[in-house]
């Protein structure tokens, strides 16, 4: 994808990709999400201290592709690399990375990080998925992130598995919202690694004893809410998302920081 095919992502992220408005006129408001039910723990490549203060971190996350290749060529991890092919056995899956364009430019870092890992897994890289809107969630607050989900749009291969890949994982709702849109359109995904992140986010299914909490302290009324608001119920937030709701002081705070974050 490095070169002329990269070049014609890039002019369909930039026809495509303008705001949240896009979305609206493409119908696309709200994001697909799936049942978790074993899907494994996210492979994190690298501490995000390595990654963020990497010198050519600033200019890959800008949109720079030489500057992406030199930061994942010095942090990619070859035990996770080891531990991805016991994992995939022997599936062979596209690799679907987060195209996105973020307030500097459009994210160079999963594109290349996936090309890497097609070239050392032997795996065909899938380009055919874009974000479609802004999400702007770099260093943004957990509200905010929840406020604006990453939307995707494009073809998927039905019955057909993938390898998901970004570049950083927080909350792990791009992920969570990637998968539910491949899966939702008759793919399968089998795997989501990340060259950094919160290592306690590399948990996505939320367990049974957190998603109870939440319900008993906020109620069936936010539960409803938030079905009507995302088109989801608690069981398909991902856990840190529903740790982060669990902590709120209440249902009202909840939807009232979410909403200001909205306008």
């Not at 978790?36 to 996350?61: C, M, N, T």
């Not at 993938?162 to 491949?182: E, M, P, R, S």
């Amino acid at each position: 994808m490095i070169g002329a095919k990269w070049q014609a992502v890039k002019k369909r992220i930039a026809s495509t990709v303008t705001s949240a408005d896009n979305a609206r006129a493409m119908n696309i408001t709200k994001p697909n999400r799936t049942s978790w039910g074993d899907f494994p723990d996210v492979l994190i490549q690298a501490d995000e201290s390595a990654v963020k203060q990497h010198r050519s971190y600033a200019a890959a996350k800008a949109g720079d592709i030489a500057a992406a290749k030199q930061l994942v060529s010095d942090v990619l991890n070859e035990s996770e690399i080891a531990r991805m092919k016991i994992m995939l056995g022997a599936n062979k899956p596209l690799i679907a990375p987060v195209f996105a364009e973020e307030r500097a430019g459009i994210n160079r870092i999963p594109a290349v990080f996936a090309e890497v890992l097609g070239e050392r897994l032997h795996l065909p890289v899938y380009d055919e998925i874009v974000q479609i809107n802004k999400a702007g969630h770099t260093g943004a607050s957990g509200y905010y992130r929840l406020a604006h989900p990453a939307l995707f749009d494009g073809e998927i291969d039905q019955n057909t598995i993938y390898l998901l890949v970004d570049d950083f994982i927080g909350q792990g709702g791009t992920l969570a919202n990637l998968k539910g849109y491949i899966e939702s359109n008759g793919g399968c995904v089998v795997l989501a690694t990340t060259l950094t992140g919160k290592t306690y986010s590399a948990i996505l299914t939320p367990s049974i004893e957190t998603i109870t909490k939440l319900r008993r302290k906020h109620g069936a009324e936010l539960e409803d809410w938030w079905r009507k608001t995302y088109g989801y119920g608690f069981d398909r937030l991902t856990a840190s998302e529903a740790r982060y709701l669990e902590r709120s002081d209440n249902a009202d705070t909840i939807r009232d920081h979410i909403l200001a974050a909205r306008s």
